[in-house]
């Protein structure tokens, strides 16, 4: 049964057409690659699948459901966008894990065994925990960011280029956890990566954004 | 004097007061300061600024009228409004309504109700004590606002990234912003706090030493300027407070997404 499903979304900025019908569906447990040239408008389409910003055509639809019908919050809760560049909040490591907790649509404490489990996997040692988080270099705090979006238990994760600060170790760490998840608990991915050899390997399809850049400036396609 | 009351100055009083003047511009002078025309212009504001306020006063408060009365304090709370924005580096579409709609109900209620409810002045919008008191409120409020906007504003522009990443892990946009604006009414709120941890210590406020100076026992100063240092307090906080909410309002859409295109730069 498709659980993800965007349906001919066109994306904007500033009023500048960049992509449009964009239409892609994902299965539970589903990894799929985008690709395009740079500037084309993989980090917008990734933010408006997660609903920071409004598609201006098309819908998208998790379970079914649009992000109205879900509310907001719901919405990207389970369909969690990480950004390239990782945000640390003040304080340790824990805490930033902890902070989606104190939202009312997340609401449940992460495991601190778990966490522990997480970091491992991800070769971090745990006692990064206790750990000031904006003092970790940017390649441990992007995989810290990917433990908290994690965290909340997604349905989607829409990742913008996940290891561009990861070494060769630490990138097949990443790989093979968002692997284990989605073979485990079905989590379906949406990965941005410059790196072909990567998407080989890490992705069974690949949704190429170069089809779908709006020629002209302001001009829907119709048709 | 010494039965007290207040002693009434003439012209000669303050021609000579005009002297005092008249050492600050023989130090620019003398100092090579070139502010003599400056120190001559901001002089003669004053004198001729004051004295239309107060024939203004002198005729609101003779004729006694409701409507003459609130006229002024909608002027008076429409140029605070103004002054609070002006010293902010960033505003929002509507923000000079919305000072303005955020003065009124935070400077007016606390004014009223402590003409009302503690002074006990009858009527309750009496201009001899509504207009000094929010006068006072005003300038306070306007303050803490004009911080606080600021600071919120700068926050939300600065740190979107920040803001996203929250919204993007199913924050609403009220916690999302929640560390914007908790800093941002503390920032707003500070001054007022200051000032009433060294009320009486390093000055004595304005108003208190008026009274003393019309003949009025301190203690008897003190009490109103007890009741003033709490009315500010409240009226600041409260307008902190509103101003910030009113700007997430207005910088978050309904679907919980950061307008950052809605806050202009200046």
Request: net charge positive.
């Amino acid at each position: 049964m498709t659980l993800f499903e965007v349906a001919r979304v066109g994306v904007s900025v500033e009023g500048r057409r960049l992509l449009e019908d964009v239409s892609l569906t994902l299965d539970a447990g589903e990894l799929v690659g985008v690709v395009g040239p740079s500037g084309c408008g993989k980090t917008e389409l990734l933010r408006t699948l997660g609903a920071l910003r409004d598609p201006d055509s098309g819908a998208v639809r998790v379970g079914g459901r649009a992000p109205s019908e879900l509310s907001f919050p719901v919405w990207r809760r389970r369909v969690t966008y990480v950004a390239q560049r990782p945000v640390m909040l003040d304080g340790t490591v824990r805490e930033n894990l902890h902070r989606p907790s104190r939202y009312a649509s997340v609401g449940a404490t992460p495991d601190e065994d778990e966490l522990r489990a997480l970091l491992e996997r991800l070769a971090l040692a745990p006692a990064v925990l206790d750990q000031v988080a904006r003092k970790l270099s940017v390649g441990e705090q992007q995989r810290v960011a990917l433990i908290r979006a994690l965290g909340i238990r997604p349905s989607v994760v829409l990742l913008d280029e996940p290891t561009s600060a990861l070494d060769p170790e630490a990138t097949a760490r990443v790989e093979d956890l968002v692997r284990a998840r989605a073979q485990t608990d079905g989590l379906a991915a949406i990965i941005v990566s410059h790196d072909p050899e990567q998407r080989a390997r890490w992705t069974s399809r690949r949704l190429d954004l170069s089809a779908h850049r709006a020629r002209g400036t302001g001009t829907a396609r119709h048709g | 004097m010494a039965d007290g009351g207040v002693i009434p100055l003439g012209p000669v009083e303050l021609a000579i007061a005009g002297g005092l003047v008249l050492v600050a511009g023989a130090v620019s002078l003398a100092l090579r300061l070139k502010l003599e025309h400056k120190l001559g212009v901001a002089a003669l504001r004053t004198v001729v600024q004051l004295l239309l306020v107060g024939y203004v006063l002198e005729w609101v408060f003779r004729i006694q009228s409701p409507l003459v009365l609130f006229a002024v304090l909608g002027l008076m709370t429409a140029a605070a409004g103004r002054a609070a924005l002006a010293r902010s580096s960033r505003t929002f579409a509507g923000a000079q309504l919305g000072a303005f709609v955020t003065l009124v109900l935070t400077g007016l209620t606390t004014t009223f109700a402590v003409t009302g409810a503690i002074i006990g002045v009858r009527p309750w919008y009496h201009a001899q004590y509504v207009i000094p008191l929010l006068g006072m409120v005003l300038g306070n409020s306007l303050t803490g606002i004009s911080l606080s906007l600021d600071a919120v504003l700068t926050d939300l522009d600065e740190h979107r990234e920040r803001i996203e990443m929250e919204l993007s892990l199913g924050a609403t946009a009220w916690e999302a912003a929640r560390d914007s604006l908790t800093d941002s009414a503390r920032r707003g709120m500070i001054p007022i706090l200051n000032s009433m941890t060294v009320v009486g210590i390093v000055s004595l406020p304005g108003m208190m030493t008026g009274q003393i100076l019309q003949g009025a026992s301190p203690l008897e100063a003190v009490k109103y300027q007890i009741v003033v240092m709490f009315m500010l307090a409240a009226s600041t906080s409260l307008g902190c407070m509103s101003v910030t909410l009113l700007v997430v309002r207005r910088v978050f859409n309904e679907r919980h997404q950061l307008r950052t295109e809605r806050i202009l730069r200046r």
